[in-house]
C-alpha cells in the first residue's frame, strides 16, 4: 500500500501540523517510514532534525560535537541529496504548490500562483506543517485583490509565521487599502510586493507614505518597468 495513502500517515500528519515544534512527532513519523518502505524519507527527517539543533555549549559537549563534525558535514550533503532524488514524490502531497521549502524534515514553506492560492492553502495547510506562504498574483488587478481578501477569510495567521505576496495592477487607493486587512499585521513576518498600475501615481500620494509607516518597510510599491 502507498504508505501517503494509508490512515496512519494523515493521522501522523496531523500531530505534526497540530504541534509542529515537537521534534518528538516528527521522529515517530520518520520510524513509521521506516516500517513502511520509505527509508530515505525517514533518514530525511532525522538528518534534518540533527542538522537543525544548536550546537552545544559545555566543554563536554564541545568536544563530542567536534568528534560528530565529521558526520555533520556529511549529513549536510546528505540531506540535500536525498531531497533532490524524492523530492517530486515527497511534496505530491502539496498539490499546486510549484517551490517548497524544506525544515526538520517537512515541508515548511510552499509558493503557490495565484488561482492555485484561491483554493489550495486550506489543503497545504492540513499536508504539511506550513508556515511560510508565498503567493505571486501576476499584474491581474482583480486577481490581487481576490487573493488578498481569500488569505483574510481563511484567517492564514493562524498558522504562518511568515507570508510574503506580490500583488499586481492596483491603483492608489486599493493599494492604501491594504490596511483594512488584518492578515498583513498579524502574520509575524509578512511583506507585500505591489506593481502599481498605470494609473498609479504613488509618489503623490501621502497616504501611499503613510501605508509605507504602518507597514514598518513591509511594503515595496514599484512602477510596472521599475527595478
Known amino acids: 500500500m502507498d504508505p501517503y495513502a494509508h490512515p496512519d ?13 515537537d521534534d518528538a512527532r516528527r521522529l515517530v513519523f520518520a520510524d513509521w517510514f521506516d516500517e513502511h518502505g520509505e527509508p530515505d524519507r525517514a533518514e530525511f527527517i532525522r538528518l ?13 559537549a564541545v568536544a563530542r560535537a567536534a568528534a560528530a563534525s565529521a558526520s555533520r558535514k556529511a549529513a549536510r550533503k546528505r540531506s540535500p541529496a536525498l531531497l533532490a ?3 517530486k514524490w515527497w511534496g505530491r502531497t502539496l498539490g499546486p504548490a510549484y517551490d517548497v521549502e524544506y525544515e ?6 510552499v509558493s503557490l500562483k495565484a488561482a492555485d492560492c484561491l483554493e489550495a492553502p486550506p489543503a497545504v495547510l492540513a499536508a504539511a506543517p506550513v508556515r511560510a506562504l508565498y503567493v505571486n498574483t501576476g499584474y491581474t488587478e482583480e486577481l490581487s485583490y481576490l487573493v488578498v481578501e481569500y488569505l483574510e477569510r481563511e484567517k492564514v495567521w493562524e498558522r504562518l509565521t511568515r507570508l510574503h505576496v506580490t500583488l499586481g495592477g492596483l491603483i492608489d487607493e486599493q493599494i492604501v ?3 483594512e486587512f488584518q492578515v498583513f499585521w498579524r502574520v509575524m513576518r509578512a511583506e507585500v510586493t505591489v506593481w502599481a498600475g498605470e494609473r498609479g501615481r504613488l509618489l503623490e500620494q501621502p497616504a501611499v507614505e503613510e501605508l509605507r509607516r504602518r507597514f514598518q518597510s513591509k ?4 512602477h510596472y518597468g521599475s527595478a
Do not use: W
Not at 9 to 21: F, I, K, Q
Not at 104 to 109: K, N, V, Y
Not at 219 to 222: A, F, Q, S
Open 219 to 222: 511594503i515595496r510599491v514599484n
Open 9 to 21: 500517515y494523515a493521522a501522523l500528519m496531523a500531530g505534526v501540523c497540530a504541534d509542529s515544534d
Open 85 to 87: 532524488r524524492h523530492g
Open 177 to 179: 487599502s491594504l490596511n
Open 104 to 109: 526538520r524534515g517537512f515541508a515548511e514553506g
Open 48 to 60: 534534518q532534525i540533527a542538522l537543525a539543533q544548536k550546537p552545544p555549549r559545555t566543554r563536554d
